[in-house]
């Protein structure tokens, strides 16, 4: 996939609680938590940033390569823009 | 605006005797239970015939034109009505009981049947005030911290419940209802307070107190019960706003759920237990 990572604005609600991002689906009314790994690459999605700049910035933070966690954050985005939290731009 | 809550309460719930409709903007009701809300008045026409109608800024009236008894008013009144009221200005109410220590207050909830009178009414033989039995009531207004008004003086109990927890009963609480008004043993809280804590009754052994995870405090708080109902529509609240205000409330106030059997015989040792969880967290520190 290329191009931004966007939120789906329209479909959820997110609000930080402790050191969790809770996701509202307005659609299913079901809750999502995004905690970890998951809510730093989610903090990451700015609208301007696309999927690489996106794991380049998650290894920076992280101290590691991005061959390294480039599979788990793909899978992660792939998971979000299926449930119609994430789309590409 | 803390004390305002409670003085606009006291005036908004003020009782005279008159007329009430039969419908509110449109809506029929029938002498079943049944409630109607909209954002400025609130109706209910009960079982037995009494009706009772509330709009906002007029105060409360009591219809006994058709009541077949008037002994159930308190129950009407301090129940579904209070929460009626307090929903039309604003104030969240929730299905729960709550004791207070140290200036604080300590909630619990649970369905109908899950103890939450009973276990209040047993941690006031540890000294626990009673600050509310069966709602409460809270002012989600103010941005540091969640406010509680205090709630009506009297626990609700079954007779065994009487018992177990050492409390005097005063009174039956409506007829064919074998509940009984109690005065509790730990005294009265009267002022309005801020909210530690917010635990859920579950059943389950050992007895213990557990945290919950931020996004399964969303789903527990996310009820409808039908003071929750009852805000939504009075308040015409989005999703949007819903989730927002629970969110508040996951982040200001411990959320933790109380296992326990529920068995008689245990019901001692695990109101101890609970009595000194609620100790150990106001002199462990806070959310």
Not at chain 1, 26 to 41: E, H, K, P
Not at chain 2, 56 to 84: C, H, P, Q
Request: net charge negative; charged share 25%; with cysteine.
């Amino acid at each position: 996939m290329s191009g931004a990572v966007l939120k789906c604005d329209g479909n959820f609600i997110e609000q930080l609680i402790d050191d969790e991002i809770v996701l509202l689906d307005l659609d299913s009314a079901d809750f999502f938590s995004l905690s970890g790994t998951a809510r730093d690459v989610w903090s990451l999605v700015d609208g301007a940033r696309d999927r690489d700049a996106i794991i380049a910035a998650l290894a920076e933070e992280y101290d590691c390569s991005a061959d390294q966690i480039d599979g788990d954050v793909e899978q992660f985005l792939e998971q979000m823009v299926a449930g119609g939290f994430l789309q590409y731009g | 605006m803390n004390e305002d809550a409670q003085a606009m309460m006291r005036r908004e719930m003020r009782v005279t005797l008159g007329n009430a409709p039969t419908e509110l903007d449109g809506e029929v009701l029938a002498p079943e239970d049944l409630y109607a809300i909209t954002s400025d008045s609130f109706l209910l026409w009960t079982y037995c015939g009494l009706k009772i109608f509330y709009r906002k800024g007029e105060g409360v009236t009591l219809d006994r034109s058709s009541a077949r008894t008037t002994e159930n008013e308190r129950l009407y009144l301090n129940g579904t009505t209070y929460a009626g009221v307090a929903s039309i200005n604003g104030l969240y109410p929730i299905h729960a009981s709550a004791v207070s220590i140290d200036g604080r207050v300590h909630a619990f909830t649970g369905p109908s049947g899950a103890g939450k009178s009973t276990l209040t009414a047993g941690l006031g033989m540890h000294g626990l005030k009673l600050f509310c039995d069966d709602m409460l009531v809270l002012d989600l207004r103010d941005d540091r911290q969640i406010m509680c008004l205090p709630g009506h003086k009297q626990l609700k109990l079954l007779p065994d419940a009487i018992e177990l927890a050492g409390a005097a009963a005063v009174g039956k609480v409506a007829e064919g209802m074998d509940k009984y008004y109690a005065e509790p043993a730990g005294g009265l809280e009267t002022a309005m307070l801020p909210l530690a804590e917010l635990c859920f009754l579950e059943v389950g052994e050992p007895a213990r107190f557990e945290d919950v995870a931020p996004a399964e405090r969303m789903v527990l708080l996310d009820d409808d019960h039908y003071t929750a109902v009852m805000y939504r529509y009075a308040t015409g609240s989005s999703h949007h706003e819903r989730f927002r205000q629970l969110a508040r409330l996951a982040n200001r106030v411990k959320i933790s759920r109380f296992f326990r059997s529920k068995d008689a015989a245990k019901f001692h040792a695990e109101t101890a237990l609970a009595a000194g969880h609620v100790r150990s967290f106001e002199n462990g520190g806070s959310r």
